[in-house]
């Protein structure tokens, strides 16, 4: 081979080298790349999950006065179909989950598919307030708000029942100064006023929904009273968003 072909050689070997080395290391830059963004979205996923874990975590309220004092309606004559519970139901809330403060609790309940809605802001409390501490919903509940604090509420909860089943669902909506809401759903019996509380977590475990229903004694699949309660918390939030 002449001494000109063999530089030639020379020249494309080198320039193959080259190329292949320039594509092997832009292989491990763009390889470097995705893994700096996956373990970015990893960490922005994290953290996302760990802030809508804290928010939405059970710890963030309580539900006392599990088995409050009722009054039978045998008791009441005038109103033989009317039970109320003398034990006010007091649910604690954590300002920190809902931007540090709530402007008002909204309670909603459904009849045949209407909701009927009411709401309490900590005006309740001041001397000057003249407004009612109660509300009468067309579903047949009745509740006075006994007190009203930043990190809870207590109210007796009353029922007309002739019409209804052995149970009910009261819906309570913590609401903040900017628009944004927490809605918990409050399941309890209407003649024990035995009674549970449920976010958007607990609302799907089959475990929890059975251990209610029997408790409760409803006479209901555990799907259709989940499909009654999604369908409630719905209508809630259209009502809220509108």
């Known amino acids: 081979m002449s001494s000109k072909k063999r530089k030639l050689h020379k020249r494309q070997s080198d320039g193959t080298a080259k190329s292949s080395q320039l594509l092997s290391n832009g292989l491990a830059f763009a390889s470097l790349l995705v893994s700096l ?8 996923i994290g953290t996302i999950a760990n802030e809508f874990s804290i928010k939405n975590s059970h710890l963030n309220y309580f539900l006392s006065a599990d088995t409050p004092v009722v ?9 033989p179909n009317f039970r109320y519970n003398l034990t006010p139901y007091t649910i604690h809330f954590d300002p920190l989950s809902i931007s540090g403060e709530y402007k008002k609790v909204v309670f909603a309940a459904i009849d045949n598919g209407n909701i ?6 900590h005006e309740i409390n001041t001397p000057e307030y003249s407004g009612n501490r109660g509300y009468y919903f067309q579903s047949g509940e009745v509740i006075v708000v006994v007190e009203f604090e930043k990190e ?5 909860l009353n029922k007309f029942n002739e019409k209804s089943p052995n149970y009910s669902i009261l819906h309570i909506i913590l609401q903040g100064y900017n628009g944004e809401y927490q809605i918990f ?11 549970y509380i449920l976010d958007n977590i607990s609302l799907n475990s089959i475990s929890l929904i059975t251990q209610i229903k ?5 006479n209901q699949e555990v799907s259709q009273l989940i499909n009654q309660i999604e369908n409630e918390r ?7 968003d509108a």
């Open 37 to 44: 963004l996956s373990l970015y979205i990893s960490i922005w």
């Open 185 to 195: 759903t409050m399941i309890y019996s209407t003649t024990s006023f035995k009674s």
């Open 152 to 156: 809870y509420i207590s109210f007796n």
């Open 234 to 240: 719905y209508l809630v939030r259209k009502k809220l």
């Open 116 to 121: 009927d809605i009411t709401a309490f802001s």
């Open 214 to 218: 029997e408790e409760l004694t409803i």
């Open 71 to 79: 009054v039978d309606d045998v008791v009441c004559d005038e109103t």
